[in-house]
């Protein structure tokens, strides 16, 4: 079962005065369970549209939207998908600790219970110490990672993410992608993110999926590079980044390698390797070609 | 994430109190209480323009437990005036974002009311609830407040932001948790501010209705009185104690909304 | 609102604040003759206070007698007959002139200050403590003293007019909000705008009159607002406490003490001073049109 399956999904807003805006139009896409799929496009190509949609935050005007084999508002009933935008969104008047544990509060499970998982998720994204601090206390990075943990409360089979490292700075921005990496390696989920930074797309997913503008369609599927746990840069097929010792003698399959975890000089290894170069030039031609 | 700083709408921003920021308002303060007395002095300026601040510190030596007595009662009223009327503020401003059609009768209403005289209702009040009663001041001082109080409220639970509104539907949060989780606790700030602002106004409000008529036991009318039986310095202590108890409310409310809406400093890692 | 049929829905959503703020007021009158079929004549106190209103028709008069006594004689029986009705637009308009006049005193006032406050960081810092401090502190409490002035003084040789008492009052009243909007407003622009300005070598009064004065419109129109209905109440206060003739603040008095024969009259001044100050706010809402270019400079 697909974490996420759009058929012949179209999306028309009515603005009235200037008349039907084709905001999406014939979008077929499938994300695997596990799978890391990037949307990227200019402007008003209709991504963040489709994550919506997928989110069931807008009806889609036609087609289907089936979310781990429910419809996309069952999906949002049942939790079945962890959100996180932009803007982190925490609420000032919580506590950090407070914020993460908002989706089990909204959802009535008991204060010990949802304590000790908050305090879980924010371990996991680093910021254990500051679980008693305002979010206005924390840099707009940290926030973002408050807003990650929140989104992972309700352990998730499915992220969807809308240019969450949109407002960070570069240095911050690569720090918190190799984060989500490791993250989405941890928990197994699938994550649908919406971007418009090429080398992001590119590090962080499995494939990237590029659109075009008016209508917003999707021109071209590319391979990203992703890196996965324990595989290091040479386990997918990636070599140059790392001298040879560093790797193990005997290649190993990926599942071979318990309990590793994702190094952030596995993403690093990626982002200098040749083939991130030769993928990060073949999306910008994607985008190039969707545009002309 | 800003929220906006509503808690610096009217007094700035905030600042440290340094010397700096200090001195000049005090040094202008002195020099112009300095200046005023010689210049009432020497150019004798008749007093019932001006008297010296000599003499009406003088009076408010004098007179200082019937200032005092005149002072809690006007100070009783705007209190009591106050807290109805920003109960009623609020719980208005909640029926109104709950419910569309009292949010469309309710704000004409407010808004004319903003604009209108509201003081202009003592004399009527004052008849319908009897001259012997503090009812008809307190009446007056309660509607004077409903009106900033509904508005700022009413404000404040408007101010959703999108990101917030998109994140409780996608958590599939009821219309009740939302107002729990978010519209009730982003529009305390605004609340805040409400009252606020509404605290000074009550005062104003309290010492204006015994324009009017009345009950004659308040500051108000120990001016008009004073000043009607030409005792002019005398009028002005009474003045000085309005102003002090203006200040006094308006602190406190400034108090009660840095207490609620205090944030902490940023803390970077 | 992403609805077909939007030329109906458009035309209903423009008549509908109309609509609805006549059924308020309608609502207002008829929760008025409500409680006075309901409420006893003597109203309802607990414990010695009242705390239901006298519904008598000496205390709430019904809402068409008072609309009826509009079109009475002022003084009955007497050879010039002028209809309560004229009497109160009369004074409303009287007093119209004394508010707009210390609104537009104040108002000139409080921008030349906020100028010269935007202009010199240290007046500002010795000023403006006092000058929000006034905002809060009962300043109409002075109104009964500036009332003395009536007759005493001459100005330019000219005596000292009681109305002139009300609109310096009211000027009074005005100025403090706008010079506070105002300074606000003046030094809205962001740095990087200032910069602007000074990179291309513009002066003070180029910075403020191309950038500074169009950035303070959005706050002027709302201090204006509050200025306006001061200014409104401080005629009105001020003409109660000289015991200036001719406006409706004295009228209103006058038919209060009146009130014991023939209750409905106060009720006519009082809605007289209420449209009053509606036409005073309307008059801020022309200036906000007049400068509706401007308001969406303020960031």
Known sequence: ????????????????????????????????????????????????????????????????????????????????????????????????????ELPLHVHGVAKAERRARAAELLALVGLAEFAALRPSQLSGGMQQRVAIARSLATRPKLLLMDEPFGALDEMTRE???????RIADETGAAVLFVTHSIPEAVVLSDRVVVMSPRPGRITDVIDGRRPRSGSGPAGRGVDGALPDSALPDSALPDSAL??????????????????????????????????? | MTRPTVATAVAGPRRRPSLDRVWPPVAFGILALVLWELVVTFSGVPAFLLP??????????AAFPTILATAAVTGGNALVGLVVGFVMGVGLALLAARSRIVSELATPLVSAAAAVPIVALAPVFTTMFGSTTEVPRRLVVSVVVVVPV???????????????HDLMTALAATPGQFARFVRLPGAVPYIMTGLRLAAPASVIAAIVAEYFGGLQNGLGS??????????YARAWAFVVASIILGLLFYLAGLLAERIVTRTPTRREP | MRTTGRGTRAARSRWRPAMTAVAAFVLLVVVWELVKLVVPDDGVSIAGTRVLPRTSDAAMPHVWTVLGRLSDPEVAGAAQQR?????????????????????????????????????????????????VASQTVPLIAIA?????????????????????????????????????????????PRTADVELFGALACGWWTTLVRLRLPASVPYLIPSARLAAAAAVIGAIVAEISTGTRGGIGRLIIEYAQAATGDPARVYTAILGAAVLGLVAAWAVGLLDLALRRYQGVAR
């Open chain 2, 150 to 164: 509904f508005v700022s409220t009413a404000r404040g639970l408007a101010q959703v932001t999108p990101v917030h």
């Open chain 2, 222 to 231: 120990r001016i008009t009185s004073a000043a009607a039986n030409t005792a």
């Open chain 2, 52 to 61: 010296a601040p000599s003499a009406i510190a003088a009076q408010v030596v």
């Open chain 3, 83 to 131: 209809s309560i009705g004229a009497a109160v637009l009369s004074g409303a308009l009287f007093t119209l002139r004394l508010s707009l006049g210390g609104l537009l005193l104040g108002g000139v006032l409080g921008v030349l200050l906020a100028v010269v406050m935007q202009r010199s960081g240290l007046l500002e810092r010795a000023l403006l403590p006092y000058v």
């Open chain 3, 144 to 188: 009964p003293l500036v009332a003395g002035w009536g007759g005493k003084i001459a100005v330019f040789g000219q005596p000292w007019q009681p109305w002139a008492s009300v609109m310096v009052i009211a000027a009074y009243l005005a100025f403090f909000p706008i010079a506070v909007g105002m300074l606000r407003g003046l030094t809205s």
């Open chain 1, 175 to 181: 720090r918190m992608q190799a984060e989500l990496l």
């Open chain 1, 1 to 100: 079962m697909n974490a996420v399956e759009l058929t012949g999904v179209g999306k028309t807003f009515d603005t009235g005065a200037r008349g039907p805006v084709h905001a999406l139009s014939g979008i077929e896409l499938r994300v695997e369970p596990g799978e890391f799929v990037s949307l990227i496009g200019p402007s008003g190509c209709g991504k963040s549209t489709l994550l919506r949609v997928v989110a069931d935050l807008e009806q889609p005007s036609c087609g289907s939207v089936v979310v781990g084999g429910k419809s996309a508002r069952q999906a949002r009933l049942d939790q079945d998908y962890g959100i996180a935008f932009q803007q982190a969104g925490l609420l000032e008047w919580r506590t950090v600790v407070a914020n993460v």
């Open chain 1, 258 to 292: 318990p309990d590793s975890v994702l190094a952030d000089e596995d993403v690093d290894g990626v982002r200098e390797s040749a083939e991130f170069f030769a993928a990060v030039t073949e999306v910008r031609e994607a985008l190039r070609k969707g545009s002309a």
